[in-house]
């Protein structure tokens, strides 16, 4: 579990630390498996998309179609999956307990897409995952994060990914935009200047830079381009 960030102490805390840097492991999964149809195998603790895409895979818990509710993994006493799978699930558990985050501590609640994200962010963020997926076995939806070097070394044009990602991102979930575009750079490696309007950095091959509005609203973000990418 990262350990690099103060605690934080409610959900939207965490949406914002880590909403945008899954994006980006979201688009780089979807990169890799494309619309590759899924098969799991618990015994081996692993996750495939055809032969040649096999990735260890963590259980994060289930969401029942019929229902409409949300079941944590570590709260399913009929799944009987290997305790090996559950690590994460648990250290989340532990971590809603510690800091009074009832999302991760409710065994079973109701739920929606929007909160099967949520919880893929959150994990993916907190355990350095490649990204999270939806495996639909159609009486419900089974919530897993996955890890693979294959994904995590795709070649990355950040100045161009960044002001893309960034407006979707805080389009589809409601955040602090100045806060979240800092974490988004910082755990992306690049340092960042704060002026009382503006977050700048560095990236790849020229400067972004994000202006706010009184209330940290993201007014505008634009790039100064310094030399030609070579990569997409």
Known sequence: ???DFPPAHTEQELLERYAAIAYDKQNDLYEVIG???WNADMDAGTISFGPDLVFPLQVLGTFSHSSETWLWAWANVQSNLPARLLTQ?????AYGERHGIELLTASEFDATDKDLHLIGIIASGMFGASGY??????QGTMLVTVKSELIDQLPKNDFARIPHAFPQVISTFEMNHRPAFIHYLTQKGYSVT?????VSAAVDFGTLTATFDHLGRLANLQGHSTAAPTTE
């Open 35 to 37: 619309d590759s149809s």
């Open 194 to 198: 704060e002026t009382a309007d503006a």
């Open 1 to 3: 579990m990262a350990t």
């Open 89 to 93: 699930a648990e250290q989340l558990q």
């Open 133 to 138: 997926y939806l495996a639909n076995y159609g």
